[in-house]
């Protein structure tokens, strides 16, 4: 079975600087895809950025980037020019190529940003 | 906009009611989810289903059960409340065959904290 790991359960930015999210997976399979989820306080969880495991090509998404190490089975998630209302609950998720739709969770990361 | 709706943001209940939570989508999705999110846990799957009236367990269904009559509509049953099943319940919904389409992109909706007394 799939594990998503994410190693820091809390993490704080200033804001305009850049953190990094750390995010971990174990899976035997060469095909999947990649999530990192925002959410944000009493507020409902939204996608922030994908990537296919098959692509070598980090995704970007404005400010949001991925650092995606297919070897390492690592997929950091970089926020650049932090803002305020970057503030939240950041998952990671697994979800295989084939067969189920289910995602697999980490168990998040929750990031303040100071102002 | 893909709009999941859930029908209660916060619901309080006694030990042994049978609770009904519901989840609304708009988008035509096949597929639906019930998560429980708690603090240094994540989400955990609980049910979900891929079409009317198909289910599959996640990974912690017990104390729960679901149903799904129409294709918008799933709801997440707990046959007799327990304090343990305080928590965040969150529903998801996501078109079928997303894999290959690459479109496949949970959507979730607001959440309902349920506590039980």
């Known amino acids: 079975a799939q594990t998503v790991t994410q190693s820091q359960p809390e993490m704080s930015v200033q804001e305009a600087e850049t953190v990094t999210l750390s995010c971990t997976y174990d899976t035997s399979e060469s095909d999947y895809y990649l999530f990192w989820y925002k959410q944000p306080p009493s507020r409902q969880m939204i996608l922030v950025i994908r990537?296919?495991?098959?692509?070598?090509q980090n995704a970007t998404e404005n400010r949001f980037s991925v650092n995606f190490q297919k070897a390492a089975k690592s997929f950091s998630l970089k926020i650049s020019d932090s803002q305020l209302g970057d503030a939240a609950m950041y998952f990671c998720?697994?979800?295989?190529?084939?067969?189920?739709?289910?995602?697999?969770f980490g168990k998040g990361t929750k990031l303040t940003v100071n102002p | 906009d893909v709009k999941v709706t859930q029908s209660s943001r916060y619901l309080v209940k006694r030990t042994g009611e049978k609770v009904f939570l519901e989840c609304v989508q708009d988008?035509?999705?096949?597929?639906m989810f019930w998560y429980r999110q708690d603090p240094g846990l994540g989400l955990r799957l609980i049910y979900f289903s891929y079409d009317v009236k198909m289910k599959e367990k996640g990974d912690i269904p017990e104390g729960y059960s679901v149903s799904r009559e129409k294709k918008e509509r799933f709801s997440l049953i707990l046959e007799s409340a327990s304090t343990n099943q305080t928590s965040m319940y969150l529903c998801a919904s996501s078109p079928l065959g997303s894999t290959y389409r690459g479109d496949n992109e949970q959507f979730f909706g607001p959440g309902t904290r349920l506590t039980v007394l």
């Open positions: 990537q296919e495991a098959y692509k070598q």
């Open positions: 998720a697994f979800k295989s190529q084939g067969g189920s739709e289910k995602l697999v």
């Open positions: 988008m035509d999705h096949e597929n």
